[in-house]
């Protein structure tokens, strides 16, 4: 992500992960990121889905964690079936490239928000047609 900001010619603007899919836009120039932002606003909505501005309210509730997925057949392996399979553990954000593009099939790797602070590790058995 902060590579395609800085591609776009945005040089000043840094993105700090705040855990899941937060994430603190700041700016190093004197202007604030705010007004970047929102005088771009085309690109950035290619970009991010939503933004609001800070308050010291705003906690992340949530983390990112990455899973594997093991014993996927082959006819199930597509990102609604990894949803299915996280659906207990969390929200599914995303697969890695590898899982997607099914570089490798002896797993699957997705990143979940996850209010759990705790190490996710259970088998769940799931009927395949």
């Not at 399979?85 to 002896?106: N, Q």
């Amino acid at each position: 992500m902060q590579n395609r900001i800085v591609d776009a010619d945005f040089k000043d603007l840094v993105i700090i992960p705040m855990g899941a899919d937060k994430v603190f836009v700041r700016s190093l120039a004197e202007s604030e990121a705010a007004s970047i932002v929102e005088g771009a606003k085309e690109f950035f909505q290619l970009i991010f889905s939503n933004w609001v501005r800070w308050e010291q309210e705003v906690l992340p509730l949530q983390r990112g964690i990455w899973v594997r997925l093991y014993g996927i057949p082959l006819h199930a392996w597509n990102e609604n079936f990894f949803k299915l399979c996280v659906f207990d553990c969390g929200r599914f954000l995303r697969a890695d490239s590898c899982s997607a593009d099914k570089d490798r099939l002896d797993f699957a790797r997705v990143l979940v928000a996850t209010s759990d602070l705790e190490i996710i590790k259970r088998v769940e058995s799931l009927l395949v047609d």
